[in-house]
């Protein structure tokens, strides 16, 4: 007697026995089937990742255009009308404002944003992640504002100018409230990006419509804080009304956890922050506000050359910490496919910053500012060597849990940074701290790469 049961998939095989007589049903192999039906499913799964994949890098180059183009769009009005001196004043408060953006940040625009993107599916979890991170932004930023007080009350050369440096300080208040790396980890990206544009664009009309003159200095960190701070409330009310999130108070445990958990990243953005805005600030203590903003309007011009991959490698981070979670072998092709495209992209950009330094000088600072010219020659290779630690780091150390290796190698090379910059800087002034960064840069790549090949992780030569 033959019993047929429900198929798993696999054809089903029944037996009863009748005296010594056995009865075999006939098997039947469903496994091309199968097959066949998973690969169709995981065809329309990798179609759906690439769709939210181009969505988000999209999404993140409107991003980017508010947070960099934006304020580079300004620069060649603002060195007209405020000179040299009041630039570099601007563009020295912006750097010693930057080390409280990193504080505040804490390193959650990595280690949430991968927390994220794992659990994304869970909505309490998601609720906790952004309730934790934003309830330990708010503590940071009241921590950060105390010591930026004492700081400028107690340095006469700061205290003269406090007014600039409280007023650029709203940028670091809205940038706590804009929660970026929750939109990533659920590769929601285009929920704020026009929103975000439009905030930061009418403030970057009005800074050409009420700043006319050198007397009007003041107002310039005042825009650029309004438009961030803008920007933040309209996230909160899209994350509250569009993704249905809450905010809910978190026990200490669970904030303790969090900070915990960002701890080595944060001091990898520190780090960064050491060997990136330490140059120009080392320079603004040691030479006049003109040479700050000869070198500043430079580093404008090359940070926009720098960031023009950052909506790539950010839409790109939270992909590939799911294919590493699934498969590390998906994974390292998918980051050996996209370090190939910015090593020539790069490349590319380094070669066009360095023939034409003039022509772009000209274009966006205007007379006086010649020096410049020279500066983007010399950090001309600036955007290759940036990319491609952008690539060792973030899309392969950290995905891989290489965290430690990652803060270490960030650390030498920011020590790197301040030991060069307290010789050359104050010898060369603007030149040294171009060559400084150069050095830098360089080092920090060629650390990673090394690393990476030696650690079973290459993305040079044969896998």
Request: glycine share 6%; with cysteine.
């Amino acid at each position: 007697m033959i019993s047929h049961g429900p198929s798993l998939g696999y054809g089903v095989a029944s037996v009863t026995k009748q005296g010594n007589t056995k009865s075999v049903a006939k098997v039947t192999n469903h496994e091309p089937i199968r097959l066949a039906v998973r690969k169709h499913i995981s065809k329309q799964v990798s179609n759906r990742d690439k769709i939210t994949l181009l969505s988000n890098v999209v999404s993140l180059t409107i991003l980017q255009i508010a947070n960099y183009l934006l304020p580079l769009v300004t620069i060649p009005y603002l060195v007209r009308i405020l000179g040299a001196d009041y630039f570099g004043l601007l563009a020295f408060a912006m750097a010693f404002i930057t080390y409280f953006m990193v504080f505040v940040d804490y390193g959650f625009n990595l280690t949430a944003t991968k927390s994220l993107s794992i659990h994304r599916m869970d909505i309490q979890k998601v609720e906790e992640i952004f309730s934790a991170v934003m309830t330990i932004k708010a503590l940071l930023v009241t921590v950060g504002l105390f010591i930026m007080s004492i700081i400028i009350f107690s340095y006469d050369r700061l205290y003269e100018n406090q007014e600039v440096y409280f007023f650029t300080y709203g940028m670091v208040i809205g940038q706590a409230m804009f929660p970026v790396w929750l939109f990533q980890g659920l590769e929601k990206m285009q929920y704020i990006a026009y929103l975000n544009v439009l905030a930061k664009g009418i403030f970057t009309i009005a800074i050409f419509l009420l700043v006319d003159n050198q007397a009007d200095y003041y107002l310039v960190p005042i825009l650029n804080s309004l438009g961030f701070v803008v920007a933040g409330i309209l996230s909160l009310y899209i994350v509250r009304t569009c993704l249905g999130i809450r905010f809910r108070r978190q026990g200490i445990a669970t904030i303790r956890k969090y900070l915990i958990d960002g701890w080595n990243v944060f001091i990898s953005n520190l780090a960064i922050s050491i060997y990136t805005t330490s140059v120009p600030f080392i320079l603004g203590l040691t030479a006049s506000n003109a040479v700050v903003g000869y070198f500043s309007a430079a580093d404008k011009i090359m940070q926009a050359f720098k960031n023009m991959l950052a909506p790539v490698m950010q839409a790109f981070y939270p992909f590939v910490s799911k294919r590493v979670a699934i498969s590390k072998e998906e994974g390292m092709k998918v980051i050996r496919s996209v370090a190939g495209y910015v090593a020539v992209f790069t490349a590319i950009a380094g070669l066009f910053v360095f023939f034409s330094a003039e022509w772009l000088v000209g274009l966006l600072l205007g007379e006086g500012f010649e020096r410049s010219a020279t500066l983007l020659r010399i950090m001309s290779l600036l955007p290759f060597f940036v990319g491609m630690s952008n690539v060792f780091g973030i899309l392969t150390m950290l995905p891989f849990n290489h965290t430690v290796s990652f803060s270490r190698i960030l650390m030498v090379g920011s020590a790197i940074s301040i030991f060069l910059s307290l010789f050359l800087v104050p010898l060369y002034e603007d030149s040294g701290a171009a060559v400084v960064m150069i050095i830098t840069e360089g080092a920090i790549a060629l650390a990673m790469a090394i690393y990476l090949q030696t650690n079973n992780l290459k993305l040079i030569g044969k896998p």
